[in-house]
């Protein structure tokens, strides 16, 4: 295909298919948990780090990732403060991230390089960028799958996994560290604004396939991968923002999908 002959598409393709299988894999359990928000805070809080990234002189996909596990550890932290209203921690970053990312922006020289952040460049990713993605795109894999069993049981019920074994607070520290990474990355590629969305709403259309944690997460997969490669098609003929297709053609699939259930569910009731 003429699209392929395209380095800068290579490019993008690889890079969208690694992220269109590690971001269900962390969703997952983000919205099992009931935290579905932190790819906001964490993508607000990656802002920053960009920001900060080309201040320093530094790439800023390595200033992101390390304010991102910094704004990450604070949620987890601020988390076990205030048990009750975990939610707040969430809110407390975002705001936290966003005020910083707002100050230290107006000091870039560059606001282009800057704003490629907002809404993500997947088809300008370097080679040294594309390196740096498939390095956290294979460890994060590695480890979602070393640990598959452990973060099951922490989505679903952190008290019943403790009682079952498992070390809870060194998970929760895991997949904090992962799921910083994942949104570090990221928001190079599909756009800080909007990589919550691939956290989440691929999950939401695996929820509306499959009847159990396997199930869904590989149908949230398939979605994602559809979607990333039907998106980059549809974004190299259109002339389209790759991201923002990506999410929008997401979420259509799950209003497709909710619209499908809920036939099917009122047709089968009727029998």
Do not use: W
């Not at 705001?95 to 560059?110: C, E, M």
């Amino acid at each position: 295909m003429k699209i392929l002959q395209y380095g800068f598409m290579q490019r993008a393709f690889l890079v969208g298919i690694l992220l269109a299988v590690i971001t269900p894999c962390i969703g997952i359990t983000i919205v099992l948990k009931r935290t579905s928000m932190i790819g906001d805070a964490l993508s607000h809080a990656s802002l920053a780090g960009v920001a900060l990234g080309l201040l320093l002189g530094i790439n800023p996909v390595l200033g992101a990732g390390i304010i991102c596990i910094i704004a990450a550890l604070g949620i987890e932290g601020i988390r076990k403060k205030i048990p009750r209203y975990a939610e707040m921690a969430i809110a407390i970053v975002m705001s936290a991230g966003i005020g910083l990312a707002g100050v230290l922006s107006g000091f870039v020289k560059n606001g282009a390089n800057f704003n490629s952040f907002l809404f993500g460049s997947i088809v300008s990713i370097s080679q040294g960028e594309l390196l740096l993605v498939c390095i956290v795109s294979v460890f994060v894999l590695v480890m979602l799958m070393l640990f598959y069993r452990e973060l099951f049981y922490v989505g679903f019920d952190e008290n019943a996994a403790r009682i079952s074994g498992v070390p809870v607070r060194r998970i929760n520290f895991l997949f904090t560290i992962l799921t910083a990474l994942t949104v570090s990355i990221a928001s190079r590629t599909v756009g800080a604004l909007i990589v919550s969305s691939m956290l989440v709403v691929p999950v939401a259309c695996g929820m509306q396939l499959g009847k159990s944690y396997r199930n869904t997460l590989l149908s949230a997969i398939a979605v994602a991968l559809s979607t990333t490669v039907a998106g980059l098609f549809l974004s190299y003929y259109t002339g389209l923002k790759p991201g923002g297709t990506i999410v929008l053609l997401e979420v259509a699939c799950f209003l497709i999908l909710a619209a499908v259930k809920t036939v099917r569910n009122r047709f089968d009731g009727r029998k």
